[in-house]
């Protein structure tokens, strides 16, 4: 889970003393962040500390807002700009959470929130600036105007005509709301991330640490890597494979992305499709469980259900998505005649599997925890200490002492960037809540849409489509399911469909220009134009434009519904998305190359196939006979190559 702001920042060598001072610091203030949340999630008592509620909270905005201040420069584009301001700014840190947090329990039971002594209000006063840059810092200026705007909304809401119309703070009862109340900075999206992500951040960097993305690459290779088109095909599953444990997409892209794009480049893929394959893949890493990305901790709170739910019921479409990519690139290498890799250069399966078996035993265990024990938060701890454990029998995994630091910094440095976004984000949250705007919103969205689901859909669609540009994929989400998601559930459309929805529709813009910053990452990779990797990075998504409209209309496709009936939607879905990608890439299996009029009868019976509806369903069918039956005669046309 890695931000943008992180790896532009890690690209410029600041002053060895320097770097030297701010490591430690950061080690230690991470190494204690990190503890605290142990301590917390076991109720381990270390040392007899038991913070309870929001003091919890606050401590771990303290330590993790400081060391965003001490990574992430002031600015990006000049780094050593105002460094001084960057240490008093961690110790401001430390200072305001730390003393709120000492009184977390006098916050509450005493009603700081609405009536605070004057050093309570100083405090809230610091804390809420340097919540604000810190989302500036790691989610940028169109980020900061965001929380900025919502979170002020209570000051002027009471000027706002009709639904806008909301409840009137003063500016220091409005900082008051945001710092000393529970539904602000220390709201849902930050108690997410100190119950859950947190763990999960921490699987992720062991994972990397002990060279297990490695072995996900050798293990897709080894299995697709010989076959037509391999080495896009070991990319897709590779980075989905390692995407599903990591949840990052930048992340996954620079870690994947310099052995994949090169080999793909190899066998004659050119450098931007090579460069939009690894894109969508690792955009990928959003959708594929178990781990999800943040998001997807977010989205369980805001429904109030297991995080297991949200695993069931975005594995299949999230699976098709996969499917689709791997049709796509396996049509490409056949029309244009492209080969795999030789055997002598593909590891055998076998000894892959055992060499990896560390990794596969913590998978094992997270799955297992995470789904049969239902113990969401204490998961990737266990699967952490398993893959530690298991990784130590081996000189070239094991633990070392470099090893340990890389992992302590890593984790350190990203779970500041979440608890920098994600606490300005609460911000938006509070701002909607307190003034009642966000219900309102609901409403009368509804009413304007008169029941047609199809229209909030789409509104909902470009909606999520544009705040994706400016905002990360969670900020677009928690956004979006506080004004859209409860109109869209009630118009009877299915809760966690409904939320899905939201999410799919924010990430698109990863791989979309004018943004598309997986595309824009994965084409400085392969040395390729950003703007052409986007825009072949958006054809080969282009099931993430359809896969959303699906499911919100056929539950089946999020396990919702009997067993035939989902394995019917199922087996549907995977020929509408076979037929549709032949449209694309002009081949159809057996037949070959195929026309223009071929390839919109093939793309019109795709679509009709996806109609939860079984009459449209056969006609689509009926079509795609017709058309593979004529080409079979008439239009058989080979391989050709390039």
């Not at 920042?9 to 320097?18: D, F, K, L, Y």
């Not at 990360?472 to 929805?501: D, E, M, R």
């Amino acid at each position: 889970m890695v931000s943008t702001k992180d790896a532009v920042a890690e690209t410029v060598p600041p002053q060895r003393p320097r770097q030297h001072v701010v490591q430690i610091i950061t080690m230690i203030l991470g190494t204690i962040g990190v503890i605290m949340a142990i301590n917390q999630q076991f109720l381990l008592g270390i040392f007899g500390f038991q913070p309870l509620g929001n003091a919890y909270l606050y401590y771990l905005i303290g330590i993790f807002l400081a060391i965003a201040f001490l990574t992430l420069p002031f600015s990006i584009m000049h780094p050593e700009r105002l460094f001084w301001l960057n240490p008093v700014l961690a110790v401001a840190s430390l200072t305001s959470a730390g003393w709120l947090g000492f009184h977390g329990l006098d916050i509450l039971q005493r009603g700081w929130e609405y009536d605070a002594p004057l050093m309570a209000d100083i405090m809230a006063s610091i804390l809420l600036f340097l919540v604000l840059e810190g989302v500036r810092r790691a989610g940028g200026t169109v980020l900061l105007f965001t929380a900025l705007l919502f979170g002020s909304y209570p000051l002027w809401a009471d000027s706002m005509p009709g639904f806008l119309w909301g409840t009137e703070y003063s500016l220091m009862g409005t900082v008051r709301a945001h710092v000393l109340g529970v539904e602000s900075v220390i709201g849902i999206p930050m108690q997410v991330v100190a119950e859950l992500v947190i763990g999960f951040v921490i699987f992720g960097s062991v994972l990397v640490i002990t060279k297990g993305s490695d072995f996900f690459m050798e293990l897709a290779s080894a299995l697709l890597g010989h076959t037509r088109g391999g080495p896009a095909k070991v990319a897709v599953l590779g980075s989905g494979i390692l995407g599903s444990l990591s949840g990052s997409v930048i992340s996954n892209i620079l870690t994947s992305g310099p052995f994949s794009i090169p080999t793909m480049r190899r066998v004659g893929y050119p450098a931007h499709y090579a460069a939009a394959v690894e894109a969508c893949a690792s955009t990928g890493a959003t959708l594929m469980p178990p781990v999800m990305g943040t998001v997807a901790f977010v989205m369980a709170s805001f429904l109030g259900v297991q995080y297991s739910s949200i695993v069931i019921a975005a594995l299949i479409p999230a699976i098709l998505f996969y499917v689709a990519l791997l049709f796509q690139v396996d049509m490409y290498a056949a029309r244009r005649g492209l080969a795999g890799l030789p055997r002598s250069e593909t590891p055998p399966v076998w000894p892959v599997l055992k060499s990896g078996w560390p990794y596969l035993l913590s998978l094992a265990v997270l799955i297992y925890v995470l789904m049969i024990m239902r113990m969401e938060a204490r998961a990737p701890y266990y699967a952490s200490v398993v893959m530690l454990v298991a990784t130590s029998f081996r000189k070239e995994t094991r633990l070392t002492v470099n090893r340990v630091i890389e992992l302590v910094q890593d984790t350190s440095r990203n779970i500041a960037g979440l608890v920098a976004v994600l606490a300005g984000i609460g911000l938006v949250v509070g701002g909607l809540s307190y003034t009642g705007v966000a219900g309102a919103f609901s409403r009368e969205l509804l009413l304007y849409a008169n029941g047609n689901t199809a229209l909030m859909l789409i509104a909902g669609a470009v909606t999520s489509f544009v705040l994706g540009m400016g905002m990360t994929v969670t900020a677009c989400y928690i956004f979006l399911s506080i004004l859209l998601a409860p109109a869209l559930v009630q118009a009877g459309l299915h809760p966690i469909a409904s939320h899905l929805f939201i999410l799919y529709w924010g990430m698109l813009s990863y791989i979309t220009p004018p943004v598309a910053l997986a595309a824009i990452t994965a084409a400085s990779v392969a040395g390729s134009r950003p703007m052409q990797t986007g825009f072949y990075a958006m054809r080969l998504g282009m099931p993430l434009f359809v896969l959303p409209f699906i499911f919100v209309y056929d539950p089946a496709l999020i396990m919702e519904g009997t067993a035939l009936q989902i394995i019917e939607r199922v087996g549907l879905t995977l020929v509408a998305i076979w037929a549709i990608t032949s449209a694309f890439e002009s081949w159809i299996y057996k037949v070959g190359r195929i026309g223009t009029i071929s390839r919109i009868a093939v793309a019109v019976g795709g679509v009709l196939i996806l109609f939860p509806d079984l009459p449209t369903s056969l006609l689509g069918g009926a079509i795609l006979v017709a058309t593979i039956g004529i080409n079979l005669k008439f239009r058989r046309q080979p391989a050709v190559k390039t």
